[in-house]
C-alpha cells in the first residue's frame, strides 16, 4: 500500500489549489486517506480525513483554520482523494502530505512520500 499526492503550487493569498492523492492497494473501509501538512519550520500535522467506509471527514484540532476552506472530496473508482484549498492564506504554506490513516486517532500506515509543495504568497 502507498499513496502518492500531486498538485501543489503557488498561488497569491485568497487563491484555490487542489491536491490530489491517489492509493494503491488500499482495499480497506476501517481506515481512510489523511491529509497532513509541514511548515517550514515546524512539525508535520494532521489536517482533515475522510473515512473510507462512510465519507465523513474530520479536521485536526491543529488546522482548526482550515474549516470552511479546506473541503475533501474522493473518486473512488480511481482510489483519489482530492483536497481543495480555497481562500488560501500565507500559513498555508507548507509540503503537504496524505496517508492511510485512521481518522479518529491519526495514525498512519503507509510511509510518507515527497509530498506536494504548496506556497502562498502575500
Known amino acids: 500500500e502507498h499513496v502518492v499526492e500531486s498538485g501543489g503550487g503557488l498561488v497569491q493569498t485568497g487563491g484555490s489549489l487542489r491536491l490530489s492523492c491517489t492509493a494503491s492497494?488500499?482495499?480497506?473501509?476501517?481506515?481512510?486517506i489523511g491529509w497532513f501538512r509541514q511548515a517550514p519550520g515546524k512539525e508535520r500535522e494532521g489536517v482533515v480525513c475522510?473515512?473510507?467506509?462512510?465519507?465523513?471527514?474530520?479536521?485536526?484540532e491543529s488546522a482548526a483554520s482550515v474549516k470552511g476552506r479546506f473541503t475533501l472530496s474522493r473518486d473512488s473508482a480511481k482510489n483519489t482523494v482530492y483536497l481543495q484549498m480555497n481562500d488560501l492564506k500565507p500559513e498555508d504554506t507548507g509540503v503537504y502530505y496524505c496517508a492511510i490513516t485512521g481518522c479518529r486517532t491519526w495514525i498512519t500506515f503507509t510511509p510518507w512520500g515527497q509530498g506536494t509543495q504548496v506556497t502562498v504568497s502575500s
Open positions: 475522510i473515512n473510507s467506509s462512510d465519507g465523513n471527514t474530520y479536521y485536526a
Open positions: 492497494g488500499f482495499t480497506s473501509d476501517f481506515y481512510g
